[in-house]
């Protein structure tokens, strides 16, 4: 047997519990990293682990207290207009108890509210995102208003009366945060305009705030949607791009393991090359982020989501628990840059080696129950 054979082999149940509970690894970061086709076990110590992400970085770098700042899309929205940071217009928050207009006049608790103002401002489409909302679900997006019969076409396609359209909202929320907010839609740039013309396809651009007050951009990607999709979300089918932070060249792209696990130079459905195109506006982009970045307390590590607009990038909403799987896919691991290590020891995060070192014995039980369930599918297909 060669030593490449060997590296290749199928990992056993001893391997993936090392994986598991020793470097604090999902299920799915084996596949996503390549530990389950060959990659060898030694490459642990490059990549950061979700579950070691998600309990010994987390907790240090961003306070839990502070997250309902980022999470709850209406404060986010409000914060972001108090610094005059560009931002899309939020026409309101729609919830039948808390409803109100951007500017505290006026409620929007029924939909003949929503109605009154959306025919006094008449944008001209309408986005609602449910106020905890996450991964792009329970987006709705009407591209074209008719405010004379008021009826209304959605990103989809389906052509609707606004009743019916506020009617697929449910008020109730997610994330224990209910309502919705109401935003006008963005434009893109051209570049991602053709790219993936069906969705807002967003820049991802990841910050961290270090002890002697610096903001430094740690990695970026773009997200671009697919056909039929309404958000360019990677868990929702979506590409992710490779971006050279230094110079906002585009690399290529991936979507999740769960979607086919596929890497492409050019998207999919429009066939349009994207490696080896430059991001517009990059410079003032990570001027943009890093200038939030100091604005939001108790936060030092943030996922920024960034629209490219025709003139210039507008901040759409930052992510306290960001992907890591998103950035981490397009590199050799996080751990296996020096910066990267730095900038997490600086801030007292440990880091995972070869020791044991307990994780939480919920993520510990968690390991157990997956490892069990892998073991139980593989027997039952033999």
């Not at 970045?293 to 759409?316: H, K, T």
């Not at 080696?353 to 039952?380: K, V, W």
Request: aromatic share 8%; net charge positive; proline share 6%.
């Amino acid at each position: 047997m060669t030593a490449t054979q060997a590296q290749r082999r199928p990992l056993t149940s001893p391997d993936r519990l090392r994986l598991l509970l020793k470097f604090g690894f999902q299920s799915d970061d084996l596949d996503v990293y390549g530990f389950n086709s060959g990659r060898p076990l030694r490459d642990a110590e490059r990549y950061l682990g979700y579950d070691w992400y998600r309990h010994r970085v987390r907790p240090v770098v961003n306070a839990q207290w502070a997250k309902p700042l980022t999470e709850n899309k209406w404060v986010f929205s409000r914060l972001l207009d108090s610094f005059g940071v560009p931002a899309p217009i939020t026409l309101g928050l729609f919830d039948p108890i808390h409803g109100v207009t951007r500017d505290g006049q006026r409620p929007l608790r029924t939909s003949t509210q929503v109605f009154d103002e959306l025919d006094e401002r008449r944008p001209r489409g309408l986005v609602l995102k449910p106020v905890g909302g996450t991964q792009g679900k329970q987006l709705l997006i009407l591209d074209a208003i008719d405010y004379s019969t008021r009826r209304a076409v959605t990103r989809e396609g389906a052509e609707m009366s606004l009743e019916a359209a506020l009617g697929r909202v449910d008020l109730a929320g997610m994330r224990g945060y209910s309502g919705y907010i109401l935003q006008e839609p963005l434009a893109v740039h051209e570049v991602f305009e053709r790219l993936a013309p069906w969705t807002t396809n967003t820049v991802r651009i990841q910050t961290i705030l270090g002890s002697d007050g610096v903001v430094r951009v740690q990695a970026a990607v773009a997200r671009l949607g697919r056909r039929g999709n309404m958000a360019d979300n990677w868990e929702q089918g979506g590409l992710c791009v490779a971006i050279d932070a230094a110079t906002g060249v585009m690399g290529r792209g991936v979507v999740k393991v769960r979607h086919g696990g596929d890497w492409y130079s050019s998207h999919p459905d429009t066939g349009e090359p994207f490696a080896g195109v430059q991001v517009p506006f990059w410079d003032d982009a990570l001027q943009l982020c890093r200038r939030s970045a100091r604005l939001i307390p108790g936060l030092r590590s943030l996922g920024w989501d960034v629209v490219i607009a025709p003139d210039g990038p507008v901040l759409l909403e930052a992510n306290a628990d960001w992907d890591l799987q998103l950035i981490q896919v397009h590199t050799d691991g996080f751990l296996a840059d020096p910066e990267f290590r730095a900038q997490l020891l600086d801030l007292g995060v440990p880091l995972p080696d070869n020791r044991m070192r307990a994780l939480p014995r919920s993520a510990i039980a968690r390991a157990r129950r997956r490892i069990a369930r892998t073991t139980s599918r593989r027997a039952g297909a033999i």
